[in-house]
């Protein structure tokens, strides 16, 4: 069986873990078995010091589609006391200590959008779509996202992104300063795995150091990720999102 999520190292880009959803049959909707591998890869490159760089890749025309439904249906139908699957991912990528490329072509749905605000650098095909229905889907932003897009996009443009539900084209994301560059749909791999290997070069304490003064304590971050994750939790178990999830599926 294929996986879902694919960790590589490649000697073509020496210092760099790419990390590749790889699920395209269901637009790389993330199931809780995905979050748990990425999380894994992230510590990993966190212990090794041959990483110096983690590139985040999906498959062609699709990023992710964002969290899969039928795990946000069984959870809320568990009664489970925990939190749910992408809860440790998310903090395992605010705590990150390599520097994070996203490269994004396509589909970036939920969690597709706000894993790119925890990266450092992200490029983006002209037919990407950054979209967070959350609201539409009775929940509430994710990731610090609630935190991070207002400090890097302004609240107008996020209040649209994370509110509103409204989506971006990667035009607008550039504008924004929600990506870093827009390149062609068969350059994205390639731009995203380059500027991976560039940073590898760099030396490498000088770059986390240089890192974690541009990206500041993380300790906000983190309170601000519990925070949404208490309402996001019990937005979940509502009969409201309920009633959301159920007319999601059914389209």
């Not at 990023?63 to 959870?75: I, P, T």
């Not at 990266?119 to 037919?127: F, H, K, M, P, Q």
């Amino acid at each position: 069986m294929t996986e879902h999520i694919i960790v590589e190292r490649t000697d073509a880009y020496p210092g760099v873990l790419v990390i590749r959803f790889n699920r395209p049959e269901k637009k790389n909707a993330i199931t809780a078995a995905m979050y748990q591998r990425m999380t894994a890869a992230l510590e990993e490159a966190n212990a090794d010091d041959e990483v110096k760089a983690v590139v985040f890749l999906g498959t062609e025309g699709c990023f992710s589609a964002g969290n899969d439904m039928g795990d946000f249906v069984g959870y809320a139908m568990s009664g489970t006391t925990e939190p749910p699957a992408g809860a440790v991912f998310i903090k395992a990528l605010a705590q990150a200590e390599k520097p994070l490329v996203s490269g994004v072509d396509g589909l970036a749905i939920g969690i597709g959008t706000t894993l790119n605000l925890h990266c450092d650098l992200t490029v983006a095909s002209g037919r990407s779509l950054f979209k967070t229905p959350f609201v539409d889907l009775a929940l509430v932003p994710e990731a610090a996202s609630s935190l991070l897009a207002p400090r890097i996009i302004g609240h107008q443009r996020a209040f649209a992104l994370l509110v509103a539900g409204e989506g971006f084209s990667a035009e607008a994301a550039l504008e924004a300063g929600l990506i870093w560059k827009v390149v062609g749909p068969n350059e994205v791999e390639m731009e995203a795995l380059a500027i991976g290997a560039e940073l590898a070069k760099k030396p490498p304490q000088a770059l986390q150091i240089a890192r974690n003064l541009v990206r500041g304590p993380r300790d906000e971050v983190l309170a601000r990720i519990d925070e949404e994750l208490v309402h996001f939790s019990a937005r979940l178990k509502s009969a409201e999102a309920r009633a959301a999830f159920e007319a999601f599926l059914q389209r």
